[in-house]
């Protein structure tokens, strides 16, 4: 059967583009997914998110030895199931700083400075708190600050004033450096992914068609347009499906790069190695990776305060099962922050992930004692990575090269970063709270032991984009309107995208990125200002 619209890839982004396609009745929309349904416990529960990375849930990518991080080789989980990394990640609604947008519309993404990416932002949001310039009612996806935050998270936001952080009722409105309790995607207790928030009543419309567990292949190409996409289902043999008028790209900062070379749009040389015909030589395709580099201050608490600890126990269980109250409706990182680790920086390069808990390891590490967690994401990296396929197999995942710290200045970065968050672990809100350090440990002081200990231990924050992103097709894989460059009917919409990595989650930039792709789509390319559902006096408030 043939659709005018498909749509590869049910995560954050393309729940967003084929739910407002379909809202016009006229299009008939096809939504591909690899993985299965989202009805699960682990993707329910907000603080299971961890328990789902190494599960058939999970495309579970690994790195290529890091040079810069002692040759280790990184796990990184993503999302194969409808929702995406939304319906596993940890529900940390963040828009990005101003300054994001703006160098996009200054290095030539035409369309995406903050003033004009705003209105999608609003358009997205139902939010349950506030009701100002900034924030949208009545869109599909549930925003709302942390509730029943636990006593040591409130306890560290305090310290955190006491360092000189200030403090915040929010980091998407007018502010963007401070601290704050997270704004979150959890509605009475349970997960609120892009699956659930968009598709629940879209999947009504006779228009939209979702086929899950589906393996996209390659995108078919004619006369230099996108015809076709070429899959395989469970069920066995490969399937060929029509498309009349776009094919979007949503599978996410590795799968979009790795079906676009399977495709035989991508470098060249790389794509004639292993097997695959170049039919559109775009150099930037695979290129440009970037993620967030993510260091841990870990901290022993005081048996009379013990934060998160034994979440697991069977009456938190129990509990959340009959209420959707208690531990197990935590998204863990309750509090956030943003601060330069230099004054001259023109924005925030440090974000502050405040948990009452012992993160290690993706959640995998275990502590005997109650512990909390200061994660340091450093939001304005420079280091660039790749994703390459190995071959035309679609089973076979590519090469995924972060490339992390390969600038000395980012080591810095996470250094100063590591000695503001012991200041802040030796303010007075936590001096009868806090026990001993446990990472990087008493004995790691000096910027030599620090530096060692970054390189040994840092991870990335789940972030990558920037594989294919918007730029002239010598640097980029797309124009401004999201189109492939050389290919009429194809356009991308996820964080690949993005030109370079916002500072903060990529979850909300990435749904906002889904919305103005189908607004691009329904107005024939031309930026429309979004009218309808979520969007009232926002619509005309600059991006702080």
């Not at 040759?71 to 999302?79: A, D, N, V, W």
């Not at 289902?233 to 499906?241: P, Y």
């Amino acid at each position: 059967m043939g659709y005018d619209h498909i749509v590869i890839g049910a995560g954050a982004a393309g729940c967003a583009v084929a739910a407002r396609l379909s809202e016009d009745a006229d299009r008939r929309v096809l939504l591909v997914e690899a993985g299965g349904h989202n009805r699960r416990l682990s993707v329910k529960a907000p603080a299971a998110f961890a328990a789902q990375f190494g599960t058939k849930l999970d495309w579970r990518y690994v790195t290529e030895p890091e040079e810069h991080l002692d040759g280790r080789r990184l796990e990184h989980p993503r999302g194969r199931l409808m929702g995406g990394c939304s319906s596993m990640n940890a529900m940390m609604y963040v828009r990005g700083s101003r300054y994001d947008f703006d160098q996009w519309a200054a290095g030539g993404a035409t369309g995406w400075s903050a003033e004009e990416v705003l209105p999608y932002f609003v358009r997205a949001e139902d939010h349950a708190d506030l009701r100002d310039r900034y924030h949208g009612q009545g869109g599909p996806i549930h925003v709302q600050a942390a509730r029943d935050p636990d006593p040591v998270t409130l306890r560290i936001i305090e310290a955190c004033e006491q360092a000189g952080i200030t403090r915040r009722d929010e980091l998407n409105g007018e502010h963007h450096d401070g601290v704050a309790l997270t704004q979150v995607n959890v509605r009475r207790g349970v997960r609120q992914d892009t699956a659930t928030a968009y598709l629940r009543d879209a999947r009504r419309r006779p228009n939209l068609d979702v086929l899950t567990g589906a393996l996209v292949h390659r995108v078919l190409l004619r006369d230099g347009r996108a015809v076709a996409v070429e899959l395989s289902t469970r069920r066995g043999g490969i399937r060929r499906v029509e498309a009349g008028a776009d094919v979007v790209l949503s599978a996410g900062a590795f799968g979009t790069p790795e079906i676009l070379q399977r495709s035989g749009i991508g470098p060249a040389d790389h794509l004639r190695s292993v097997g695959i015909d170049a039919t559109v030589d775009l150099p930037a395709v695979g290129r440009h990776l970037m993620d967030h580099p993510f260091q841990f201050l870990n901290v022993e608490l005081r048996e009379s305060s013990p934060g998160l600890f034994g979440i697991e126990h069977p009456r938190n269980i129990a509990r959340w099962l009959g209420s959707r109250r208690g531990p197990l409706a935590s998204n863990i990182g309750e509090a956030m922050g943003f601060f330069r680790t230099d004054d001259a920086l023109p924005a925030a390069d440090m974000e502050l992930v405040i948990a009452p808990i012992f993160f290690w390891e993706h959640g995998k590490g275990k502590h005997v004692r109650p512990a909390f967690s200061i994660g340091l994401s450093y939001v304005a990296p420079e280091s660039r990575g790749s994703v390459l396929v190995r071959s035309a197999d679609p089973t076979v995942k590519g090469r995924v090269h972060l490339n992390m710290l390969s600038h000395e200045s980012e080591v810095d970065a996470i250094v100063r970063g590591l000695r503001r968050a012991r200041e802040i672990v030796a303010q007075p809100a936590l001096a009868d709270v806090r026990g001993p350090e446990i990472n990087p440990g008493p004995g790691v002081h000096d910027d030599h032991g620090l530096r060692e200990y970054i390189r040994a231990t840092v991870q990335h924050t789940y972030h990558p984009a920037c594989s294919a992103r918007i730029g002239s097709p010598e640097d980029g894989a797309c124009d401004p309107l999201l189109r492939v460059h050389g290919v009429d009917g194809l356009r991308i919409a996820d964080a690949s995208v993005m030109p370079t990595v916002t500072r903060g989650n990529t979850h909300a930039p990435t749904i906002m990125i889904g919305e103005r792709c189908a607004d691009l789509i329904r107005t024939g390319g031309v930026p429309a200002r979004p009218t309808g559902t979520g969007v009232g006096a926002a619509e005309v408030a600059p991006m702080p």
